[in-house]
């Protein structure tokens, strides 16, 4: 089993669609950190399509499928609404406790799209395949946000392993810890060809 392990955070604060960088740069970092199975697997055949028409093929099934909460991602969203209950620092600075975030499958839609795509074409970072980044794949899915963050984790088995590591980075631990977000969406993906195995992408946000 592959030991690499990484993740990365970006924030988005935009009433006027204008980006802030909630935690270092939008590509890998050489931070250590984070991810899990949710119980969704990259289909075999996948590596036999260009990126372009496996990430296609993964967009429609994504858009048009029900929304189905898997065990481990009802983990993360209890582990997630845990850590929101507790104030704590992110780095040197504090947080109070803030509201539990909701449950949202577009959000999920979202997280599922990106996950399929870094799998399948092997890379770790917010900007898609496609050239997209979290803003617009959230537009992509229909999802109305005025506001969103999203942690990246890589190489972690389970949630919890996957939350400490986050929470123990400031950037992706100030996205957890958001008043500003009120709903949340997560996935994760196995696929034993790509460097990582283990992708989990976290998305948070607020509509207008």
């Known amino acids: 089993m592959r030991t690499i392990k990484k993740i990365s955070a970006i924030g988005l604060i935009s009433s006027l669609a204008v980006l802030t960088a909630a ?9 250590s950190t984070a991810a899990r199975d949710s119980g969704r697997s990259v289909e075999s055949g996948a590596s036999a399509r260009s ?7 993964v967009t429609r099934s994504v858009e048009n499928a029900p929304c189905e909460v898997s065990e481990l991602q ?8 845990k850590a929101r209950a507790e104030g704590r620092y992110c780095g ?21 799209i990106h996950n399929a795509d870094m799998s399948t074409n092997n890379f770790f970072a917010h ?23 999203e942690n990246l984790a890589a ?15 400031p950037g992706h631990c100030r996205n957890i810890m958001g008043k500003k ?15 990582y195995s283990h992708y989990w992408t976290q998305v948070y946000g607020t509509q207008f």
Request: proline share 5%; glycine share 8%; net charge negative.
């Open 23 to 31: 935690c270092g740069p939008e590509s890998p970092s050489s931070d």
């Open 51 to 57: 990126p372009e028409e496996a990430l296609e093929l």
């Open 74 to 81: 009802k983990e993360m969203l209890e582990l997630v609404n």
């Open 92 to 112: 040197e600075e504090y947080y109070e406790a803030v509201a539990p975030v909701t449950w949202n499958c577009t959000l999920v839609k979202a997280a599922e």
């Open 127 to 149: 900007e898609g395949s496609d050239g997209l980044k979290a803003g617009a794949r959230l537009d992509r899915v229909g999802y109305n946000w005025s506001t969103y963050g």
């Open 155 to 169: 190489g972690f088995i389970e949630p919890k392993e996957a939350m400490e590591a986050l929470l123990a980075s």
């Open 181 to 195: 977000y009120e709903e949340f969406g997560a996935a994760s993906v196995f696929y034993t060809k790509a460097e």
